[in-house]
């Protein structure tokens, strides 16, 4: 398992990267399986597959799951970020060299931590591939096969909620999350209701995605103690870690960053203020697979547990999150069940074969790589050939 420092260079028999292909595609979501937060409604994914060629005929893959309203990234900023920035420096370059390549890529410009996740996926991909065995096993070795998985449901109406709830339970699933920060009465009778359908014995958490100011935070935390909750997650916008502590220290529930988190100076405040029970991570939110690992590292140091987070990944970028997770130990994934859920909740997932999700677990790919294969007749069918950002709503 992953426990110390990253160490991701791999040695390869002078492989070289001879081009990098982005394909940018418009994926709807399951018509009854739409999610809405305090960022919007999530209706369809306009995201991006990024194909890494070599010289050797590999091919490693990779996918950015970009929102504009959450990292500030659409399909054609990311398409000219690949295109005309990062391909020209990782050309003629060894993949399996993520130590020396990561700076290349993380130097080119600033921000876009979504586009720069897909390509460093894709070199992990193929640094996997060309040893013969799984991305995990280059992080150290999987501590977990099958790891616990939790069903989201957006901030709708309660009716909707309820349904989306008796479904899931329905299938098998034993841990939910309730989307809250939008209305705060409605938040309380929401998540009342989801208790009362759900029972005691499945654990319940909410997200506002910072939908809450720090006074109706502090009162919500307290309103909602009663429905026994296993983490409230994000309560107030980002940037105001001191804050964030000063709740964490009046809350009878764990608290969790999300938006707060995105880099690792982010977690290193967070961890400097104890702000936090709980760091919500995942690949593309941090820049890739190897921040991540770095991000859990405050956590260890800090004494603090990390939680698997999501945008919604369709098939490539889930694998990836699967083989972090089983990894690294700092994912407490048993209290604190993953969101390993994006191909359940979308039209296509972009694989030949899918991934093992849910209801309850979700299994880790064990071929070479991230253990995928690419859909080439799903790829044609969703690509977009459109040269406008494609909203998600």
């Known amino acids: 398992m992953y426990d110390g420092e990253f160490q991701g260079t791999i040695t390869s028999d002078a492989m070289k990267i001879t081009r990098l292909e982005t394909i940018p595609i418009n994926v709807p979501l399951v018509p009854d399986l739409t999610t809405k937060t305090a960022h919007g409604e999530h209706v369809v ?64 410009i600033r921000w876009n931590p979504f586009t720069k996740a897909a390509v460093e996926m894709a070199l992990w991909d193929l640094a996997g591939k060309a040893a013969g065995v799984p991305v ?14 939790k069903m989201v449901v957006g901030a709708f109406e309660i009716p909707k909620a309820v349904a989306l709830v008796k479904r899931f339970l329905d299938d098998g699933a034993k841990c939910l999350k309730v989307k809250v920060g939008l209305d705060p009465e409605q938040d309380i009778e929401r998540v009342r209701a989801v208790r009362q359908l759900a029972g005691p014995q499945i654990p319940i958490g909410v997200d506002a995605n910072g939908g809450w100011d720090f006074v109706t935070a502090r009162r919500m935390l307290g309103s909602l103690e009663e429905f026994d909750l296993l983490f409230v997650e994000q309560p107030i916008p980002p940037g105001d870690p001191l804050a964030m502590a000063e709740l964490r220290s009046a809350s009878p529930t764990p608290i969790m960053a999300d938006e707060s988190v995105f880099t690792i100076t982010d977690a290193q405040g967070l961890a400097r203020h104890s702000s936090v029970d709980i760091l919500g991570c995942y690949p593309g939110k941090h820049g890739g697979i190897a921040a991540t690992l770095e991000i859990a590292q405050v956590a260890r140091n800090a004494g603090i547990v990390c939680c698997l987070g999501s945008n919604l990944e ?13 990894a690294c130990s700092v994912f407490d994934n048993q209290t604190y069940p993953a969101d390993l859920i994006g191909p359940l909740y979308h039209q296509a997932d972009m694989l030949v074969e899918p991934l093992l999700l849910g209801p309850a677990t979700a299994k880790v790919p064990r071929g070479p790589g991230l253990g995928v294969e690419l859909d080439e007749q799903q790829l044609e069918r969703y690509r977009d050939r459109s040269t406008v950002a494609q909203p998600m709503d």
């Open 45 to 108: 994914s306009p995201y991006v597959i990024v194909r890494v060629h070599t010289d050797a005929g590999l091919v490693g893959l990779g996918e950015a799951t970009l929102a504009p309203r959450w990292s500030g990234e659409t399909s054609p900023g990311c398409v000219a970020v690949i295109d005309g920035l990062i391909a020209p420096l990782l050309v003629g370059e060894d993949p399996t060299q993520i130590d020396s390549l990561r700076p290349k890529i993380e130097g080119c």
């Open 136 to 149: 995990c096993e280059l992080l150290g070795g999987s501590q977990e096969d099958d790891i616990p998985i």
């Open 314 to 326: 369709l098939g490539i970028g889930t694998a990836a999150m699967l083989h972090v997770v089983a």
